[in-house]
Nanobody, 130 residues
Framework: QVQVVESGGGLVQTGGSLRLSCTVS????????MGWFRQAPGKEREGVSF????????AYTDSVKGRFTTSRDNAKNMLYLQMNSLKPEDTAMYYC???????????????????????WGQGTQVTVSS
């Protein structure tokens, strides 16, 4: 049984930082590409970052470039999202998701939640106060 569990969300002031973590079990983590997604109330789920199965390819949506950093530790089955200089518009539920490396496109489509992500967590709430 595959389990994807996010943690690290919370309430932070504008300009603050948070580090999200995602632990994955029940699959071969090193054979899966990973993505971070977010969904604000009334909005569609959007891709935040993508990291390929070995970490050699990383992509970010434009609105977080230079502020967010994603990384992974295949030895620990962990995915991370370091979020700095947070803004109120970053407020959302954040999800991590996994897809088999064979479904990696190595382009912006990997940021789409419809690009083959099979396993999703329940999310962790990030709220940035102004």
């Amino acid at each position: 049984q595959v389990q994807v569990v996010e943690s690290g969300g919370g309430l932070v002031q504008t300009g603050g930082s948070l580090r999200l973590s995602c632990t994955v079990s029940g699959l071969t983590f090193s054979e899966h590409a990973m993505g971070w997604f977010r969904q604000a109330p009334g909005k569609e789920r959007e891709g935040v970052s993508f990291i390929s199965w070995y970490g050699s390819t990383i992509a970010y949506t434009d609105s977080v470039k230079g502020r967010f950093t994603t990384s992974r530790d295949n030895a620990k089955n962990m995915l991370y999202l370091q979020m700095n200089s947070l803004k109120p518009e970053d407020t959302a539920m954040y999800y991590c998701a996994a897809k088999r490396r064979e479904t990696t496109y190595y382009n912006a489509y990997d940021l789409s939640p419809n690009s083959g992500y099979s396993y999703w967590g329940q999310g962790t709430q990030v709220t940035v106060s102004s």
